[in-house]
T-cell receptor, first 111, second 113 residues
């Protein structure tokens, strides 16, 4: 399994763009990068998944450089409701047995 | 929520007693997982299942057992609860098509006194 490293916490203000970087130096050829969001007292929720370059959906963008050793989750114009823990997972998209979470990044959005 | 229901949602039990948590799903997903989450920490995988009667250990399986006698139910049992097993327990399923995202239940808060 590719080990991931994320900042423990980040602060931001409402309306700003937030970029959370995940380091995964040992990513394997078949590995995808997936991000989940977790609010207090709730289970994690899928945000976005990608393999290379850039992926965008209605809530976030995921930037993956050519070497794939890191990735950046970008949240545009955050609001107070984006305060949550964000997890970066790296693994074979179709290996359902290995599905591990790290410690995540606690994002605190201030007014 | 992919039709996932966890029960009970809250439980207080005494040290040494057996406890069973239930995860029920309504959409016939093959892969099911049990995690625990302690304050200030991420989720740690306890056990997972890849089909009826097919289960395997995760990162922190000591003190826990699981059973899956039918597709819709995945049971987590603490044979003899200890205070170190006080935690929030989450059940999850994963999709197996082009989209392989996971969906989580609402969690069970277990307190062992």
């Amino acid at each position: 399994l590719a080990k991931t490293t994320q900042p423990i916490s980040m602060d931001s203000y409402e309306g700003q763009e937030v970029n959370i970087t995940c380091s995964h130096n040992n990513i394997a050829t078949n590995d995808y990068i997936t991000w989940y969001q977790q609010f207090p007292s709730q289970g994690p929720r899928f945000i976005i998944q990608g393999y290379k370059t850039k992926v965008t959906n209605e809530v976030a963008s995921l930037f993956i450089p050519a070497d794939r050793k890191s990735s950046t989750l970008s949240l545009p114009r955050v609001s107070l409701s984006d305060t949550a823990v964000y997890y970066c997972l790296v693994g074979d998209r179709y290996n359902f047995n290995k599905f591990y979470f790290g410690s995540g990044t606690k994002l605190n959005v201030k007014p | 929520d992919a039709g996932i229901t966890q029960s009970p949602r809250h439980k207080v039990t005494e040290t040494g007693t057996p406890v069973t948590l239930r995860c029920h799903q309504t959409e016939n997903h093959r892969y099911m997982y049990w995690y625990r989450q302690d304050p200030g920490h991420g989720l740690r995988l306890i056990h997972y299942s890849y089909g009826v009667k097919d289960t395997d250990k995760g990162e922190v399986s000591d003190g826990y057992s699981v059973s899956r006698s039918k597709t819709e139910d995945f049971l987590l049992t603490l044979e003899s609860a200890t205070s170190s097993q006080t935690s929030v327990y989450f059940c999850a399923i994963r999709l197996t098509g082009e989209n392989t995202e996971a969906f989580f239940g609402q969690g069970t808060r277990l307190t062992v006194v």
